[in-house]
């Protein structure tokens, strides 16, 4: 599965006026070093993704005659029946990213076959000995997250900024790891699963709990799909040293490692 997974797709574009075009298009260029990454497809055919004028009767078309409904993210009033996503306008270019991302993971889920044992190894982390030489001490990251394909395109990101990086996919998981690994930093998904007998905020509130007790433990960055005023206070109140809504984009997400990390300098 680790194998498979690129961090670069392609997306097309179907209809749109030029200023619209022209806002999608900067803005994908400004979010191509996040992983998973997004770029210009001047082809529909070889595109892996789609974003349509749902308001456009002739992209409509194209996409319906090329068969590509089910990858594409419709933007209008009223999208098509078989469209895989629908956005409303005005454009809002991060909702865009969580579409893709949605139907990325959904995508990469189907290809994915059954393990014969956990991926998420339990010894050393996966480090980039590449990033990592710049000069500093190799920081320890766990990142705790019950889908896979999320916990993999954070891991590829940390990496690449030179953090040795320790995956879990449950708090039981997670707890594990810290009875082996003194971490820096730890992300942690809000929503963990039924398999995790503790959501990420209960996790957050025992690993803040135990690191007083023991004079140390992480910084914590708590990471949601739900970015509202009501689940700030909730991360907040659980001790989360930082708060992170999905899609996480390139700006908020190293704005944190700067401030949690005093050490952190972008490459």
Known sequence: MTERIRTRYSVALQGFSDFERDGVQSFLRLAEQRAPAYERAADL???DFVLADADHPAAIAA???AGRLADTVFIGARAPAGAAAHLPRPIEPTRIVRELDLLLEQRLA????PPQADWVASGPGLLDEA???RGRAVKDVLVVDDSRIALKFLQVRLMR???RVHLARNSTQALDRMTVHSFALAFIDIALGADSPMDGLQLCQ???QTARQSAGGPRIVLVTGQATPAERVRTS??????????????PEFLQALRELDPDFAVP
């Open 45 to 47: 055919a070889e595109a």
């Open 63 to 65: 996409v319906t005659a």
């Open 237 to 250: 109140l659980a001790g989360s040293d930082a708060y992170l809504a999905k899609p996480l984009m390139d």
């Open 161 to 163: 900024l030179g953090y």
């Open 110 to 113: 189907l290809l994915d076959e």
């Open 131 to 133: 990033a990592a030489g």
């Open 206 to 208: 025992f690993m803040k």
